[in-house]
């Protein structure tokens, strides 16, 4: 996935809010965290990107620059403290942020992510046909991936639903570049390879997909996209951050962007349909 279109979909989506009334956000400074645990580093271009629009929006919405704030995050960590030191603050990220930062933030699911018509997904562990076939093979085997960034707790307790430890079972090798570790296990330089949903379902469009094979798959897993720190400043721009997910994939600026990640929308949730998932995190 690269930082562009990720960028993209978050100016996409920003965009159309950008006619907050000021009095809205006087409260104090509304930050939007966006959270890619294992993505790219966003650089210099993805953070001009991202303080271009800002500026954009604050003249739009008759703000003080500094009233409001955005930023892009690899390192979790690093989000949850952005957000906890923030008046009000909104999320783009997983489910697994939302999960371990919950209680502390005070996280409030927004809405999921539709892809391919589905609002949650699965994680996969795959190999080269012939080597393994099942997942106990494994055990002290080399798996790689970017979803090795993601919250070590929602690792065990969802994605392996409690039935292993993933840094003890495995000889873990976390990568930035899941393609690059998908060809590694082409051509057998390492032993399987975790994917989410999305990274799944694109080994189709890839030559090696026919000498690829699934020998784990998890629970599904809901596709949370969007959430808020609960606060007074927050929630007093929660109905237009919502209208702003609900139509960005159906406005000319966000369609394309949309269609890239294979998002067809945003739908609106609550905490009722994460119930399941948080006490498999539990």
């Given at each position: 996935m690269?930082?562009?279109?990720?960028?993209?979909?978050?100016?996409s989506f920003m965009a159309v809010i950008q006619a907050c009334p000021a009095a809205a956000l006087e409260a104090g400074t509304l930050r939007f965290a966006i959270v890619f645990p294992g993505g790219p580093s966003a650089g210099g271009e993805g953070q001009k990107m991202i303080g271009?629009?800002?500026?954009?929006?604050?003249?739009?919405?008759?703000?003080?620059?500094?009233?409001?704030?955005?930023?892009?995050?690899?390192?979790?960590?690093?989000?949850?403290?952005?957000?906890?030191?923030?008046?009000?603050?909104?999320?783009?990220?997983?489910?697994?942020?939302?999960?371990?930062?919950?209680?502390?933030?005070?996280?409030?699911?927004?809405?999921?992510m539709s892809i391919d018509g589905k609002d949650s997904g699965c994680y996969y562990v795959v190999v080269k046909k012939g080597k393994y076939d099942v997942l106990a093979a494994l055990k002290g085997k080399v798996l790689s991936g970017n979803v090795l960034y993601e919250d070590a707790r929602f690792l065990d307790s969802v994605v392996f639903g409690g039935r292993l430890s993933c840094a003890k079972y495995f000889n873990c090798k976390p990568t930035l570049r899941p393609l690059s570790a998908l060809r590694q296990l082409g051509e057998g330089k390492i032993d399987a390879?975790?994917?989410n949903e999305m990274q799944y379902?694109?080994?189709?469009?890839?030559?090696?997909?026919?000498?690829?094979?699934?020998?784990?798959?998890?629970?599904?897993?809901?596709?949370?996209?969007?959430?808020?720190?609960?606060?007074?400043?927050?929630?007093?721009?929660?109905?237009?951050?919502?209208?702003?997910?609900?139509?960005?994939?159906g406005l000319d600026e966000g369609r394309d962007v949309c269609r890239n990640f294979g998002i067809q929308r945003f739908v609106r949730t609550d905490a009722g349909r994460l119930n399941e998932v948080i006490a498999r995190y539990k």
């Amino acid at each position: 996935m690269r930082i562009k279109l990720f960028v993209m979909t978050v100016i996409s989506f920003m965009a159309v809010i950008q006619a907050c009334p000021a009095a809205a956000l006087e409260a104090g400074t509304l930050r939007f965290a966006i959270v890619f645990p294992g993505g790219p580093s966003a650089g210099g271009e993805g953070q001009k990107m991202i303080g271009q629009f800002l500026d954009h929006l604050a003249g739009k919405a008759g703000l003080s620059r500094k009233m409001i704030e955005g930023r892009y995050f690899t390192d979790t960590a690093q989000a949850a403290r952005y957000v906890s030191e923030g008046k009000g603050a909104y999320v783009l990220g997983p489910t697994s942020f939302f999960l371990a930062n919950r209680s502390a933030l005070k996280l409030k699911p927004l809405a999921l992510m539709s892809i391919d018509g589905k609002d949650s997904g699965c994680y996969y562990v795959v190999v080269k046909k012939g080597k393994y076939d099942v997942l106990a093979a494994l055990k002290g085997k080399v798996l790689s991936g970017n979803v090795l960034y993601e919250d070590a707790r929602f690792l065990d307790s969802v994605v392996f639903g409690g039935r292993l430890s993933c840094a003890k079972y495995f000889n873990c090798k976390p990568t930035l570049r899941p393609l690059s570790a998908l060809r590694q296990l082409g051509e057998g330089k390492i032993d399987a390879v975790i994917l989410n949903e999305m990274q799944y379902a694109s080994l189709s469009k890839m030559r090696m997909s026919d000498d690829i094979m699934a020998v784990y798959i998890s629970e599904p897993v809901p596709t949370l996209g969007l959430m808020a720190a609960e606060s007074p400043a927050a929630a007093k721009v929660e109905g237009r951050v919502l209208d702003a997910a609900e139509a960005m994939c159906g406005l000319d600026e966000g369609r394309d962007v949309c269609r890239n990640f294979g998002i067809q929308r945003f739908v609106r949730t609550d905490a009722g349909r994460l119930n399941e998932v948080i006490a498999r995190y539990k």
